[in-house]
């Protein structure tokens, strides 16, 4: 949420077109300062955090309904719109007055972030929008902002959530910041704010330069970079100084949210630092909670810690028994004196030595025309289809090397294939053995 509260802030000074449309601007002073925007982005996300995960819909509006009457009341100098203003201090029951107003997507920045499908974040947007704005404008611009947040956390490129963002809702993304500039006025609706919001993110090269960039247009200039803030964090994350100044401008109830947000954030998202001991590693539980969060959140910081686990871990591996053509023999001899003898009853309960070494051959799964080497967390991860096999574990190292000797020319090794499954191409295995990857760390992303 600091992306979206910092794009309030910094962009209020300059709303109703007070600003000079320029980037070039003072980021913090005494002006800087939250604003309604940042009220209700805290309110709807302490509304969806104390939410059970199989909550209905009715639940879930009035969930928010209840958390943004309770904000508003407390800070009802927030400089919220008359109908807003209205509904959050109507003595009646309120009911959603059909805005397409850009309140909807300027409140929604925690829906992309707690949410683990596209599906799921859209739902959510459209729930935390209906409550007031149910017009079908305020929805989009809802489900839109949450979309590109989404999408810009889990790694999507700029071009993809571009074309993601026209073929879903029909937003005109083709104009540059430059030609918008000019003519560009305050208009509070989210089909004049939405999409000049995420085309500043897309023309922003890093956090600061999305907020610079946003502010520049002009118009509803603290709720536009708020939204564009949003999606700039999920994509770029946010430079600890710029989060310093965030929390000095935000009042203790606002910061106990945001501190909450935030932590169940690094809990959801970002791959545990720690010593990697033997005993942290012998039941495959912290590999395959990291495989979780690394599903969730495919940034390349947590892939690299991913790796390096792996390069300390052992996993299970299912294999098939293969005898010796000499063993097959002399089992088959075996079978064929007791059926001469008439004595197949013999059989029950025969034991027999091997005299050569048993092979242990992998299983491979294949998807389309593409196989994959299976790899599982702990044995208990196989389900039915490890009852199939014998299970060997191994060093991830050895498994690694027997992927990449395969006869199969496997596209990667599949971590807990039936389950949350995580695939690792077989050209990444250099760098879990440690050698050289050619790949930099990034900075990590945080809600």
């Not at 850009?102 to 959510?124: C, H, I, K, P, Q």
Request: glycine letters at 8%; a negative charge; one cysteine or more.
């Amino acid at each position: 949420m600091y992306g979206a509260i910092l794009g309030d802030m910094i962009g209020a000074p300059y709303e109703f077109d007070q600003g000079n449309k320029s980037k070039d601007f003072e980021m913090f002073n005494e002006d800087v300062m939250y604003t309604d925007d940042t009220v209700m982005t805290i309110a709807v996300a302490d509304a969806l955090m104390g939410l059970s995960d199989n909550a209905d819909e009715d639940t879930v509006k009035a969930a928010v309904v209840k958390s943004m009457r309770i904000w508003g009341n407390r800070y009802p100098d927030a400089g919220y719109g008359v109908r807003f203003f209205n509904w959050l201090f109507d003595d009646k029951e309120p009911k959603p007055y059909g805005s397409w107003g850009n309140g909807s997507a300027m409140r929604v920045s925690s829906v992309g972030w707690l949410f683990d499908t596209l599906d799921e974040t859209r739902r959510y947007a459209r729930l935390t929008a209906e409550v007031t704005h149910n017009h079908p404008e305020g929805i989009k611009g809802a489900e839109a902002a949450a979309s590109a947040i989404f999408l810009a956390r889990i790694g999507i490129s700029k071009e993809e959530i571009k074309e993601y963002i026209v073929n879903e809702f029909d937003y005109d993304l083709s104009h540059t910041c430059d030609e918008i500039r000019p003519g560009y006025h305050h208009i509070e609706s989210c089909q004049y704010t939405v999409p000049e919001a995420i085309t500043a993110f897309l023309e922003g090269n890093d956090f600061e330069d999305v907020i610079r960039t946003a502010v520049s247009l002009g118009g509803d200039c603290d709720t536009l970079t708020c939204i564009a803030g949003a999606i700039g964090e999920a994509f770029y994350g946010v430079p600890e100084e710029m989060r310093i100044e965030c929390r000095k401008r935000l009042p203790e109830d606002m910061l106990r949210v945001l501190y909450r947000f935030e932590k169940l954030m690094l809990e959801r998202y970002v791959v545990p630092d720690a010593d990697l001991t033997e005993e942290l590693l012998e039941d495959g539980s912290f590999l395959r909670k990291a495989i979780q969060i690394g599903n969730r959140n495919p940034s390349k910081l947590n892939m690299l810690k991913i790796f390096r686990i792996l390069s300390e871990s052992w996993v299970w591996v299912p294999c098939t028994a293969i005898f010796s053509d000499a063993d097959n023999d002399a089992v088959e001899k075996v079978v064929m004196e007791a059926v001469e003898n008439n004595d197949l009853d013999s059989l029950a309960g025969h034991t027999f030595t091997n005299r050569d070494e048993v092979r242990m051959v992998s299983d491979i799964l294949q998807s389309g025309d593409d196989y994959f080497f299976p790899v599982f967390t702990s044995d208990e991860d196989m389900g039915e289809y490890g009852e199939q096999f014998s299970k060997v574990q191994r060093h991830f190292l050895d498994a690694a090397n027997l992927a990449r000797n395969n006869e199969k020319r496997v596209k990667g090794i599949v971590i807990n294939a039936f389950t949350e499954n995580y695939i690792i191409p077989i050209e990444m295995l250099d760098v879990i053995a440690g050698k050289d990857s050619g790949i930099e760390e990034e900075g990590e992303s945080n809600g």
